[in-house]
């Protein structure tokens, strides 16, 4: 069997298991977790099968069966994953590419003035509706130049004329993906390194610390934050929250947030405007309005230690409860993104470790936003 190279945490009874290899999170306990250490220092299946059977009394032959289970799922886990980014081995032809765009626009975040040129109008819907709130007029002084367009039946990214990456045309998300991660390198003078993770999540601030809600599309993330903006608190990002490696920090990133068709009329209540501002088209079925986040808040940057997993259900009045970590920690992955080295994932294993997790189900609107309200005020 190939080397396994790994990453691991104990919370409480199980292993927390990262694979550099496949950049795979998974959880272990006894005695998977007995059978995978032997396996990833390669022992042989029959030597661990012997050990196995006198440490859980169990016969050789059920031992043997077991771990050779487990070797194939620890080979199929340990693969590589096939990037759907290319690696960026050969792009003279991206850097050299030459086109007229179709439109230019500048944007300011905070004191920052970046300009983005897009070569197609399906590529200008990737990112300006989203900071189209931010547009400034083009005689200011850019301090970084973004540029979007398709070469060889690819999306090309380039900033400041350097070749960032190159997608299918299907892949939008890993471009946007991509692009906000540099956005937010040149908003906070920072670079690939100093992120710990970003989330998918929303974020809102009292001035002193900041609470995160995460979820699935469609489950009231964006809703929740909106409303507890409308009592006093401040959203200083929707969707994409970076984490600063060392301090824990929630760093802004003001792009507008996304009101999808279901939740229209209650945030037509509390932003009546929202209902002159034009609908776009983000899928087959799904129809969007976007709510512009203020742009003065590119410095409200505050240590975050609670996530709250927020889903909106009319058949529960109210329901919240802390998680145990272990539960929360194994959600919160498939809501992030960390970059794949041993040391960041060590870190994000202890950070994580020192953060409070709470799952609200809910219908009643007021009884969700008093016991988030209840949140804020405990230190």
Known sequence: MAKVAYVKKKIGQSYLVWLQNSNLYFQLEEPAWFAFRKLAKRY????IAVEFGQRYGVSVEESLAFVAEMRDRVEEFNQAPVSVENDCSDMDIFRKYVFTPISVHQYQFGTKVVRFSYEK?????YIHPLVEHL???ADQRES????LFTCEGRVVFRLNGEVKGYWGKADSEYTKGKIFLELINVLHDKSDSDWLMTVHASAITNGQKTILFSAEPGSGKTT???MLQ????QLISDDFVPFDKYSMQAYPFPIAMSVKEGAMKLMASLYPDLENRPLHYVGPEKQVRYLPVENHKM???FPAHELVFIKYDQEVDFRMVKL???QAIKMLLDQIWVPPSPENVELLFDRLEQFSFYQLVYSNNRKALDAIKQLFDHD
């Open 44 to 47: 042989r299946a029959e030597t």
């Open 121 to 125: 109008e399906g590529l200008v819907k």
């Open 135 to 137: 547009e400034v007029a």
């Open 144 to 147: 970084s130049s973004f540029e």
């Open 224 to 226: 929740m934050a909106a």
């Open 230 to 233: 409308a009592e006093g608190f």
């Open 299 to 301: 410095k409200m940057i």
């Open 324 to 326: 145990e970590p272990i």
